[in-house]
């Protein structure tokens, strides 16, 4: 009976392939389904349209090569000795690299993820920073600081300062140590510091004046994921799709945040009243910045701003995933029991625009049972890495398995490392997990697990799927978890599951939540090829048009 049901697996997919035989093809669908519960769908992939292949283009690495880009020569030759895979840099970094070289201007990027932005930015700080003057001994004054969100991503671009500096790296990381102490003495021989919102809050919140005055000596301002960090919109859009994600804003983090831009604006005011010169450069880098994000900045700064990467105008319609369309989406729909998932594909359908909007990172759907869902989420996860399901990988490294804001990750790693174990995968936390270690270990493939707050910017060398065991209908939200896989033409797949039975939303009541989904994908240009025979985007509402 299995071998039957795996040749009708060969047959189906095809005749998937071959369009004029559409008729038979779902004919079979039907019988397939009721045999062993399930269903095949067409791939989505990014959708090509001739009107924007030409943006295409511009982010694929065909322009002059790091070597002869103007950094630092140290920073030129380990380039070529450590990231063997990264030799030409593309149109954004190029650009980016200038800017940063020439500092007149601070500037906004916006250019889609994995398109090299944090690289060629730290290569070019990296650079700055290495052919600076000797900093006097025993100063906090750092003169580069690089504010992204999470410590995993601290410990990211930590490790590629490493490998791009080589000794006496100019960068320190600040992620807080146990019991709230900060190694003060590599801090001060640094002239990088790179930090999380969260560390660099607390770090400047415990008040010794002399941290404080760490500020003074900035010249540059890395905000990454910057649509994470600075509130975009203001009322009455403040529950669009940029901003910071779910849940901050109410946080004492957040707070802090704030205290850190008082503390930071106020002296830059200072400054900018004394001296013209010492206004750093920002610079804003997000796969999501939005006009109103330079807008919000633009309130702070006195600074001349310019805009490096895509226009949101014409092309808002692709401003996605359009730059990759090695990256398969698939959305599942689990019904049954936690431990014998039925799972079926979400089919996608040309959606007109909803009239509710979702912050970016909310997700409508209430889960009553957590505990339930995630463990038919979990197991649904299996059965695809078992090979058990038609979404067998035909390639597999590792894995980023996404869990609800809700859930408590110290409980679902206890509770299912042993699972994982079973079935050859290392299941380990982002926020506390090693990244150095994994790169120079790749004995087992690995599921990093970790929150929608861990995962915007990071590159996870050898990341090839992503499981999310959650629910989003924000396209920005969606860009930022789909483009955890892909960079640079690798392949990835991003698997979403949805359990309509413990959902609890008016909003999939009323409008069906396989036209959710499908809008989500639409607004990034996700869809199958046949829904883009015309070179224009499916037809919206005027509001829509004016931001995503
Ligand atoms: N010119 C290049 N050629 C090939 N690979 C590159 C190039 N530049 C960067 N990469 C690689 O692409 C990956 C993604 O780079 P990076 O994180 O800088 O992208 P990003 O645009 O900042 O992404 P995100 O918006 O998700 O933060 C990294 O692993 C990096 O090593």
Same mark, same amino acid.
């Given at each position: 009976m299995i071998l039957l049901q795996k040749c009708r697996f060969?047959?189906?997919?095809?005749?998937?392939?071959?369009?004029?035989?559409?008729?038979?093809?779902?004919?079979?669908?039907?019988?397939? =389904?009721?045999?062993?519960?399930?269903? &095949?769908?067409?791939?989505?992939?990014?959708?090509?349209?001739?009107? @924007?292949?030409?943006?295409?283009?511009?982010?694929?690495?065909?322009?002059?090569?790091f070597q002869k880009l103007p950094l630092d020569?140290?920073?030129?030759?380990?380039?070529?000795?450590?990231?063997?895979k990264v030799s030409r840099s593309n149109d954004i970094?190029?650009?980016?690299?200038?800017?940063? &070289?020439?500092?007149?201007? =601070?500037?906004?990027?916006?250019?889609?993820n994995g398109s090299g932005k944090s690289f060629a930015t730290l290569a070019a700080m990296l650079s700055i920073a290495l052919s600076d003057q000797p900093k006097p001994a025993a100063s906090y004054s750092a003169t580069i600081l690089y504010v992204v969100p999470s410590d995993s991503l601290v410990e990211q671009l930590y490790r590629w300062s490493q490998l791009l500096a080589g000794l006496n790296c100019p960068v320190y990381p600040l992620i807080r140590l146990p019991y709230g102490q900060w190694k003060h003495g590599k801090l001060q021989q640094a002239r990088v510091v790179i930090a999380s919102v969260d560390s660099l809050a607390e770090w400047l919140s415990s008040a010794?004046?002399?941290?404080?005055?760490?500020?003074?000596?900035?010249?540059?301002?890395?905000?990454?994921?910057?649509?994470?960090?600075i509130e975009g919109f203001a009322a009455p859009y403040q529950n669009r799709r940029a901003g910071p994600v779910m849940g901050i804003e109410n946080s004492p983090k957040f707070r802090k945040l704030f205290f850190f831009w008082d503390?930071?604006?106020?002296?830059?005011?200072?400054?900018i009243r004394s001296d013209l010169n010492a206004?750093?450069?920002?610079?804003?880098?997000?796969? @999501?910045?939005?006009?109103?994000?330079?807008?919000?900045?633009?309130?702070?700064?006195?600074?001349?701003?310019?805009?490096?990467?895509l226009d949101q105008g014409k092309h808002w319609w692709d401003w996605g995933l359009r730059m990759w369309n090695n990256i398969e989406h698939i959305s599942l729909r689990l019904s049954g029991e936690d431990t014998k998932p039925k799972i079926r594909d979400v089919q996608f359908q040309v959606a007109k625009s909803l009239n509710s909007y979702e912050k970016a990172g909310s997700a409508p759907v209430t889960i009553h049972e957590l505990d339930t869902v995630l463990k038919l989420y979990t197991n649904a996860l299996l059965l695809i890495v078992r090979k058990e399901h038609k979404q067998v990988p035909t390639f597999m490294g590792d894995l980023l398995v996404l869990l609800p804001e809700q859930a408590n990750i110290v409980e679902y790693v206890e509770q299912n490392a042993a699972l994982y174990e079973q079935n050859s995968l290392l299941l380990r936390r982002l926020d506390t997990f090693n990244l150095k270690k994994k790169?120079?270990?790749? !004995?087992?493939?690995? !599921?990093?697990?970790?929150?929608l707050t861990d995962i915007?910017?990071?590159?996870?060398?050898?990341?090839?799927?992503?499981?999310?065991?959650?629910?989003?209908?924000?396209?920005?939200?969606?860009?930022?978890?789909?483009?955890?896989?892909? =960079?640079?033409?690798?392949?990835?797949?991003?698997?979403?599951?949805?359990?309509?039975?413990? @959902?609890?939303?008016a909003d999939i009541e009323a409008h069906g939540y396989a036209r959710m989904i499908s809008l989500v994908y639409q607004k990034l240009a996700v869809i199958p090829k046949r829904y883009m025979k015309y070179s224009k985007p499916p037809k919206l509402d005027v509001q829509d048009k004016r931001e995503i």
């Open positions: 060969c047959l189906l997919e095809s005749l998937v392939l071959s369009n004029y035989r559409r008729i038979q093809v779902e004919h079979y669908k039907t019988v397939v =389904s009721q045999t062993i519960k399930l269903e &095949t769908g067409e791939p989505l992939r990014v959708a090509a349209s001739p009107e @924007t292949e030409k943006w295409v283009r511009r982010f694929h690495p065909v322009g002059t090569p020569h140290r920073i030129q030759a380990n380039v070529k000795a450590h990231f063997p970094q190029e650009k980016i690299v200038s800017a940063i &070289t020439l500092g007149k201007t =601070s500037f906004v990027v916006r250019s889609w010794k004046i002399e941290y404080i005055s760490f500020l003074q000596g900035l010249k540059r301002v890395v905000l990454d994921e910057s649509d994470q960090i503390k930071f604006y106020t002296r830059t005011e200072q400054r206004i750093p450069q920002f610079v804003l880098l997000s796969a @999501t910045n939005t006009s109103s994000i330079a807008n919000a900045f633009g309130l702070f700064s006195k600074h001349l701003l310019g805009c490096i990467g790169e120079e270990r790749r !004995a087992h493939q690995i !599921a990093y697990v970790g929150k915007f910017g990071l590159s996870l060398f050898g990341l090839t799927h992503v499981f999310q065991l959650w629910n989003t209908f924000s396209a920005v939200v969606y860009q930022h978890v789909a483009g955890r896989v892909g =960079s640079f033409g690798k392949k990835g797949k991003v698997i979403s599951f949805f359990a309509p039975a413990y @959902t609890n939303s």
